[in-house]
């Protein structure tokens, strides 16, 4: 298994500021995930962020909107940039289990209002 | 493209067999059937997951029909603390992203 620890677990941020998000990994994982879940929806995955490499990003998503560094195998970052109202979500870390045929792990998230 | 089609709601009374169903008629031979949960303000939770036999842990039960194109999973007592937003995911393996569909959303009353 594997734990994940997120900071901060919320936030409420000024429009246009930009908010840096940790995820923190007991072990060392390969793959990395961010995910964010708008009110009352589903999760949708922002990107794959795999150390030394660049961050892989979904449909609909940015480097310059949603910068990830992944310096090492326990630690990612995601960061909100230019932050509007619409950006207000859940933010998710999750990582694989390293092992093929298991499950994946996810944070218990960031809650990020913007004003 | 939706991998999975699930119902949008259930209700299930407190301390009945929870019977979700998931509909997958696309899914490749290499690919599992995997459930998560997702109680509410909490991350998802991994629930269990089958290729093609039918699973069972100590949270539930994994049905998996035998042309594998539909699955239930079975929550055999409910309690109110399964109400959550169920999600039946297709899968390769555990490197593959994990995508996510809308769910059902589970009420287990009193």
């Known amino acids: 298994s594997a734990v994940i620890s997120q900071k901060p677990s919320r936030d409420i941020c000024q429009r246009g500021t930009s908010l840096t998000i940790q995820c923190q990994v007991d072990s060392q994982v390969t793959m990395m995930f961010w995910y964010r879940q708008q009110p009352g929806q589903s999760l949708t995955l922002i990107a794959t962020a795999n150390q030394g490499s660049e961050a892989t990003y979904e449909s609909g998503f940015v480097i310059d909107k949603f910068p990830i560094s992944r310096p090492n195998l326990t630690f990612s970052t995601l960061t909100v940039s230019n932050m509007s109202p619409e950006d207000s979500s859940i933010y998710l870390c999750?990582?694989?289990?390293?092992?093929?045929?298991?499950?994946?792990?996810f944070g218990q998230g960031t809650r990020l209002t913007v004003v | 493209d939706a991998k999975t089609t699930q119902p949008p709601s259930m209700d299930c009374a407190e301390g009945r067999a929870a019977n979700l169903p998931c509909n997958h008629s696309t899914i490749s031979g290499n690919e599992y059937v995997y459930w998560y949960r997702q109680i509410h303000s909490q991350g998802p939770q991994y629930i269990i997951h089958?290729?093609?036999n039918n699973e069972t842990n100590e949270m539930a039960s994994l049905i998996i029909t035998e042309d594998r194109k539909s699955s239930t999973l079975i929550l055999p007592h409910a309690t109110l603390r399964d109400t959550a937003v169920y999600y039946c995911?297709?899968?390769?393996?555990?490197?593959?992203?994990?995508?996510f569909g809308p769910g059902t959303s589970l009420s287990v009353i009193p």
């Open positions: 089958g290729l093609k």
């Open positions: 995911i297709v899968m390769k393996t555990s490197y593959d992203k994990v995508i």
């Open positions: 999750s990582v694989d289990s390293g092992q093929i045929n298991t499950e994946a792990f």
